[in-house]
């Protein structure tokens, strides 16, 4: 059996790694995860090639939002979101998924975070979208999204609308009170949040989606301050956790081999 990660660029994909050490460790051995350059045009000739040996695909950039038009179907999840990042192929029919939202509450309810009242999310770009759908299914009924371009979080109504959410739009200058939130989800590319100085209140989490560098300002300061951080590698298992056993019909993934995989990965983790 085969799966793959599909994307441009894709060689920094960090997914064979956690996939297939899930499959050695679970005695899959028969089973094999790839990844193949494929940009928006090409996605579906690339899905329509694929025979009965192929049981999922991982999306990334910047096939996410066109992934829903080759699919049979859409989880509630991904058509609320309008995005997915997978696509499990069974029994001759394509269903679209993102486990990227569930994969935000997976690896917050690890650090025993299971209901947060009062979210923030820092930009407003795709990722955002997952983190609306975590916000409400963490208990939030609304969520205020800072962001550079007030026409960007214009675009996340229509998601907020569909997951039942008040969107509260904040400039990037009020950023600085962010750190009153019961979770920030930092969705902002390297830099971009460098200069915010914030004060944390107690019990605080911050989720930043990087985790290349590590850690970032605004984590590093986060932690200085006592507020709980994760990272983009807590992300990027518990996404591919979830497309994992999607993709092999088991009930449970071998999550510690695929977490000592993934952490082994990437070089300024191996000592941590």
């Not at 679970?26 to 192929?54: K, M, N, Q």
């Not at 991982?58 to 859409?74: G, H, Q, R, Y």
């Not at 993102?98 to 795709?126: F, H, M, Q």
């Not at 916000?135 to 960007?152: F, H, N, P």
Request: with cysteine; proline share 5%.
């Amino acid at each position: 059996m085969r799966a793959a990660v599909l994307g441009k660029p894709i060689e920094h994909s960090l997914s064979p790694v956690i996939h297939n050490a899930g499959y050695s460790a679970a005695g899959l051995a028969d089973w094999t995860y790839t990844r193949h350059e494929c940009d928006e045009p090409a996605l579906a000739r690339f899905v329509d090639s694929l025979d009965d040996t192929w049981a999922g695909l991982s999306l990334t950039m910047p096939l996410k939002e066109i992934a829903l038009t080759v699919a049979d179907e859409a989880t509630p999840v991904a058509a609320a979101i309008g995005a997915a990042n997978t696509l499990v192929l069974r029994g001759g029919r394509r269903v679209a998924d993102n486990t990227d939202a569930p994969g935000i509450v997976d690896a917050l309810a690890e650090v025993g975070l299971r209901k947060a009242d009062e979210v923030a999310v820092l930009g407003a770009g795709g990722s955002a979208r997952a983190a609306l759908a975590a916000a409400q299914s963490l208990g939030a009924s609304a969520v205020q999204v800072y962001a550079r371009r007030r026409e960007a979080i214009a675009e996340l109504e229509p998601v907020a609308a569909a997951l039942g959410l008040r969107l509260e739009a904040r400039s990037w200058e009020e950023a600085v009170h962010v750190g009153d939130a019961d979770l920030v989800i930092a969705t902002v590319p390297k830099g971009v949040t460098d200069d915010l100085r914030l004060q944390w209140k107690p019990g605080a989490v911050l989720f930043d989606i990087l985790y290349d560098p590590w850690p970032t300002a605004l984590a590093a300061e986060a932690e200085r301050q006592g507020v709980q951080v994760l990272d983009g590698l807590a992300l990027l298992l518990a996404q591919a956790v979830r497309q994992w056993t999607q993709f092999t019909g088991l009930d449970e993934a071998p999550v510690t081999a695929m977490r000592a995989a993934l952490y082994g990965a990437v070089p300024s983790r191996q000592s941590s």
